[in-house]
């Protein structure tokens, strides 16, 4: 008998063994240290930068400074106007109006007036910029935002589940990609807004990328189109399809694009939030006018 319950022990603990063995694998699979990051992306090793994702609105920030204070920086794609810094940010700062400019707003569906101001040193994504214009956001939600107009002529990866991203200045024909790589369709009126073709529940879209959303966005007259039931104002998407790769969303809001779609063949009907863009890696090359979506 008790021959028996060592037999048993041993087993239980090579099986112990073996389960920590996977687990073990599993972590160092999943999560990779900035070294090996940068090199599976095609990047320098002081290219990559540590994000945070924030708890309420899951979209990534960067630590910054502007005029030598400290500010979390979202990285907001979706932001085709100055870079933006929160109201409150702007009174620890003392910062006084230079101008102000007529300004949409997105919620209201309405144009509007916002305030200008001079920032001497904003320091965010391995750059200093020095007397930069800022338009002062309508809310605290983040400390400060970047705008697309600093990342024209770039490449960059972010990669929300292990907290990294990278910003280059060379293209991605350096390294061999595994991922999906997407026409960027592109807009004078609009530089470096991300813009790919896809589908929505098997129907052609234009497809906005806007890492400073949280939720993905639908526009009504597809809501209508597609016959999308919602409960309390909230939808649901089955089938998001970007090239091969197909996504779902659970939370979609209802959104107007009518402002940002001039000058494209069609209108923009979807915008992927960081709820979608959290599953995957995404590279944008505006040297090569490409997005590259590599799945988990």
């Given at each position: 008998m008790k021959r028996f319950m060592r037999i048993i022990k041993l087993v239980f603990l090579v099986i112990l063994i073996a389960l920590l063995a996977i687990v073990s694998i599993s972590c160092k699979t999943a999560e990779r240290n900035p070294?090996?990051?940068?090199?599976?992306?095609?990047?320098?090793?002081?290219e990559v930068l540590s994000i945070e994702v924030g708890t309420l609105y899951r979209c990534p920030l960067l630590k910054g400074k502007i005029n030598g204070l400290d500010?979390?920086?979202?990285?907001d794609t979706g932001n085709i106007a100055e870079p933006k810094i929160s109201p409150a940010m702007r009174k620890k700062l003392d910062l006084k109006a230079v101008d102000s400019k007529p300004a949409y707003n997105s919620k209201t569906n309405t144009s509007d007036?916002?305030?200008t101001f001079l920032c001497k040193k904003f320091s965010t994504l391995n750059e200093n910029y020095t007397n930069l214009n800022v338009v002062e956001a309508r809310d605290n939600k983040f400390d400060s935002s970047i705008s697309l107009s600093m990342l024209i002529n770039k490449r960059f990866t972010i990669d929300y589940k292990n907290r990294m991203m990278a910003i280059s200045n060379s293209s991605s024909l350096g390294y061999k990609s595994k991922g999906e790589v997407l026409p960027l369709i592109t807009n004078n009126r609009y530089k470096g807004m991300i813009v790919v073709k896809g589908t929505v529940n098997g129907r052609d879209a234009l497809i906005q990328i806007d890492t400073g959303k949280g939720s993905t966005s639908i526009d009504k007259k597809l809501v209508s189109s597609l016959n999308?039931?919602?409960k309390l104002g909230i939808y649901e998407i089955d089938?998001?399809?970007?090239?091969?790769l197909v996504f779902s969303s659970h939370?979609?809001?209802?959104?107007?694009?009518?402002?940002i779609s001039n000058g494209y063949s069609q209108p923009i009907t979807l915008s992927l939030g960081s709820d979608i863009i959290s599953q995957f890696v995404l590279t944008v090359d505006y040297q090569n006018n490409v997005v590259i979506i590599n799945s988990r």
């Open positions: 070294k090996e990051w940068a090199k599976l992306y095609g990047y320098k090793p002081e500010a979390y920086v979202l990285f007036k916002i305030n999308l039931n919602s089938n998001i399809k970007l090239g091969c939370k979609a809001k209802v959104s107007d694009f009518s402002h």
